[in-house]
């Protein structure tokens, strides 16, 4: 199952999904956020991020990229899938995956991310800077 989901849409999940009300994040395509603590005052968010998953975003089997965990969100719908990056993260929701199971989840969620990591299409950044 394949679901589209509109920039807006992902922008509004990722702010549902990220804790914190100072951290900036920067949303992919296909639903990967990086998130980005404490960047330097004059960084371009989306350039750091874009570096960010151009190293941590493709999946190389037999590797830490290919691992990953999933957290079901709580108040879903949905899931996000982690791997070898912590501020790396990847929604997948309900209507994506007939199996809800952990391990389909998060199959689901790493192709997304390999796909995320060679694209490197940016779609949404969230700037929380300080002023």
């Known amino acids: 199952m394949i679901s589209f989901m509109s920039d807006d849409n992902l922008a509004d999940t990722w702010r549902r999904i990220i804790l914190g009300s100072g951290k900036s994040w920067v949303v992919f395509a296909h639903g990967t956020c ?73 199959l689901y969620g790493r192709s997304k991310r390999d796909r995320d990591g060679h694209e490197l299409t940016v779609v949404h950044v969230e700037d929380k800077r300080p002023r």
Do not use: K, M
């Open 34 to 106: 990086v998130v980005l603590p404490d960047p330097a005052p004059g960084v371009d968010l989306a350039a750091q991020a874009v570096e960010i998953l151009r190293e941590y975003g493709p999946v190389h089997v037999g590797s830490p990229s290919a691992d990953f965990g999933t957290v079901t969100l709580d108040p879903g719908p949905g899931w996000a899938v982690y791997g070898h990056h912590n501020d790396v993260l990847t929604y997948v929701g309900p209507d994506e995956v007939s199996d809800d199971s952990d391990l389909a989840v998060g």
